[in-house]
């Protein structure tokens, strides 16, 4: 079984779907357990939406908004 930490640390890869169906289906399988780790990785979820949804306004690369996203996500770990 998938602990906490272990999940939160996948959360922006599943995000990116960067993650092996297999994994997938582990983290799946603990937010379907872990109330407080599935209201973290929602949270996230919707400031990755909302992020993207305010650089759809602006002009940028595919590389500029990669960077904005990433920074996002690297203040929200804190």
Known sequence: MMKCQESRELFSLRLD???ELQIVRELEAHLLECHSC?????????????????LAEFRLSRAE????????LAKMKL
Do not use: G, P, S
């Open 65 to 72: 908004k990669q960077q904005i996203r990433e920074n996002v």
């Open 17 to 19: 779907d960067e993650l």
């Open 38 to 54: 599935t209201r973290e990785y929602e949270d996230l979820r919707e400031a990755c939406r909302r992020t993207e949804a305010y």
